[in-house]
């Protein structure tokens, strides 16, 4: 039985190309005592993975010549681990590879739940639960606020809308074509949808958010940020969850020449990384599946077939080609 | 009797001009049914002024061809209104002119205190609840912690210092010379202060914090700021007071390119206006009085004989050659 990887090989400059990383093959490894050989289903593929392939951050760069750190879903196909029987479904970093060897540490059964395998990312893990925590707790949304977001046809930016509507938010989305904001308006309800590529944002804005912004949710950074500050009402909120225009550039862009606001309108802006949250992840749960059961909380997986494309796959999470949660399905799920 | 009035007659461009400001000479006014009629004593100038001679921010700009807005102490010279009898000492937006006459709106008596008049401004008023409530409020100061202050040696930066130590926390403060920066830790108990003019800060900060920051509170903004981020702690708090490295741009500076950082280490950037807590003044003004009879809270003045410099006394704030609380004596206090 052969497993194949993918392993990072280069730090990437700007854009990661495909040669930063080299597929291997070796043979899978033997499951000694205490240990667990899990078979990978579903890989994550995230924006904040660009980080940990370039520099230390939150977590440590991922080290040359190993396997690419991810996140993903797979099912036991050997243990020698009281923890875990062969067939159980798991959850942890198995990075980008098809067999994972593990002595059991960070590695979670998945718990039942009335949900398909696809929604333990669609809509709970690190997705829900960055979407779930971020808006409701540095967000602090309230019925009649406006909530802007952006990325908003993303993974994490779309849950966020939509927990914004439930909470009685006016929400406006941000995104890069036309199809994303139809989707944002017609199918997940979102009261506004601006495609920055085509649109003035700054015009869009004033238009959509007539009574101001009370809450930005920050996937961007950049020159997003500087416009919506510019919206921003007295004691707004803005929980900055990721700044991906930053991501591939060579040398730092400027930030917002206009931070000032920050003052004007008092306003909080707060950092999270949703590992600081799961420990609370138990009230995430039912709440969110609830939502999801009312057809109030949608996902949609953007999902390529095999390991081989998982480079090309993480790269649409850059030209925003992508339609949802950028996942590889690595093997069958039975 | 004669009122004397600095009129703005222009929005500055860069660094304001005596020629901004117009002297004018009127007739003191008629003291009206229901009106008080105040002698100025002391006059606050502070670098937010900065702003309302420009724009709208937090409070309107100030109009041209209108007395400078400005905060001052004065005495009751006259009065028709039952609330205040002459003798009266009284604080308000009075502005920088000689006599103001009020029909009591906005007008507060002091209260009796055992404390000089200075120390109105010096250790309360809008600079020590600046201090205490935005320290405290919004920085969360712990034992043990590490706190850096920029324009330290400022009015409010000197008061934050101070409380900082009292809260148990390693100070660092950054100020623009050398006899300033001896002030901080030789009279304040600062446990450090940088000349950001002579010295590299990023070096600075990483010889005086060496378990990092965990508090910066804001005064300068700009490549401050940017060199501050790179060394904050996870789960830091960046209260935001003051910007004044930008007040006198013309074309806004970009902002700092390393935001990222709010991210990686989950900081906390809030801005806040000392007006919003002045309904909780109470609290703050009894510690503040213990903690300078007790010698642990000190302020300095720079004086300013005479209405006449107040503009140019004002500039002072710009080129850093003040020596603490920026404050113009308008008359005498008996």
Chains 1, 2 share one sequence.
């Not at 760069?61 to 029987?85: C, D, K, Q, Y």
């Not at 959850?91 to 696809?118: R, T």
């Not at 920050?262 to 420990?279: A, N, S």
Request: proline share 6%; with cysteine.
């Amino acid at each position: 039985m052969m497993n194949h990887q993918w392993v990072l090989v280069a730090r990437p400059e700007g854009l990661p190309k495909i040669s930063d990383f080299a597929w291997r093959e070796e043979p899978a490894p033997a499951t000694g005592e205490g240990q667990v050989l899990v078979r990978s289903i579903l890989l994550s593929l995230d924006p904040a993975m660009r980080g940990w392939m370039s520099r230390d951050t939150y977590v440590p760069a991922v080290p040359l010549e190993t396997v690419m750190r991810g996140g993903a879903i797979g099912v036991v196909e050997a243990s020698n681990h009281p923890g875990f029987a062969v067939g159980d479904q798991v959850q942890g970093m198995l990075g980008w590879q098809e067999y994972f060897l593990s002595d059991g540490k960070g590695l979670a059964k998945l718990p039942a739940l009335p949900i398909p395998l696809a929604a333990r990312f669609g809509l709970l893990g690190h997705i829900g639960f960055t979407a779930y925590f971020g808006l409701l707790e540095l967000g602090q949304p309230k019925d009649g606020e406006t909530l802007v977001v952006s990325a908003a046809a993303g993974a994490v930016g779309s849950l966020v809308g939509q927990i914004g509507k439930i909470k009685g938010c006016r929400v406006v989305g941000i995104a890069g074509s036309d199809e994303k904001c139809e989707w944002l308006t017609k199918e997940l309800g979102f009261d506004a949808a601006i495609n920055y590529r085509t649109e003035n944002l700054h015009k869009a804005l004033k238009a959509h958010c007539p009574k101001g912004v009370d809450i930005y949710f920050e996937n961007v950074g950049g020159k997003t940020l500087e416009t919506v500050l510019n919206h921003m009402n007295d004691f707004s909120r803005i929980p900055v969850c990721g700044m991906i225009a930053g991501y591939n550039q060579t040398e730092p862009e400027a930030g917002p020449g206009n931070l000032f606001q920050i003052i004007v309108h008092r306003i909080k802006m707060q950092g999270f990384i949703v590992t600081d949250f799961l420990p609370r992840a138990a009230e995430a749960v039912p709440e969110i599946i609830a939502w999801h059961a009312a057809g109030r909380l949608k996902y949609r997986l953007d999902v390529t077939d095999g390991l081989a494309n998982a480079p090309a796959a993480f790269l649409k999470l850059f030209d925003g080609s992508n339609l949802g949660k950028v996942v590889v399905q690595v093997s069958a799920e039975n």
